[in-house]
């Protein structure tokens, strides 16, 4: 009896190896295509970032609407103790200075204090105030008086 009983388990425990090997093949086959898929998507999900990523920087490189064609370049950036350091070469007052661009002294104080900061269309103002040279402004000051 106990060497049926021993036959009988080594023979059910034989079969049952063999239909785990066989489920464990598939599950294998099953994971080897998830990871894949899995491979695929990061792929795409690259690409599509990268595509992204150009699509940022041509859109930051487009002229705003409304600019001229002449226009086209890197995006304004503006810089707060330069606003100051411009005025204060030019000697002149943050009530006059803002006169020039179309501003109040007070927005001008802001900005140099780092309170607030220009709009886009304020800092094309800046930068054509910036371009310009001493005697033109001081014509344009004499103009406005």
């Given at each position: 009896m106990a060497n049926l009983?021993?036959?009988l388990k080594s023979?059910?425990?034989?079969?049952?190896?063999?239909?785990?090997?066989a489920e464990i093949?598939?599950?294998?086959?099953t994971s080897a295509q998830h990871r894949g898929a899995i491979a695929q998507l990061r792929r795409q999900v690259s690409d599509l970032e990268r595509q992204l990523k150009q699509a940022r920087r041509q859109v930051?490189?487009?002229p705003a609407p409304g600019a001229d064609a002449g226009d086209v370049g890197t995006p304004r950036r503006f810089s707060a103790?330069?606003?100051a350091a411009h005025r204060a070469k030019l000697g002149l007052s943050a009530a006059i200075y803002g006169k020039l661009i179309?501003?109040?002294?007070?927005t001008i104080y802001l900005w140099e204090q780092g309170r607030s900061r220009p709009n886009p269309e304020q800092l094309e103002r800046l930068a054509a105030l910036r371009a310009m040279g001493r005697r033109a402004i001081e014509d344009r000051l004499q103009e406005s008086a």
């Open positions: 009983a021993s036959v023979e059910i425990a034989r079969v049952a190896r063999k239909e785990v090997r093949e598939s599950l294998k086959k930051a490189a487009a103790p330069r606003l179309g501003m109040s002294g007070a």
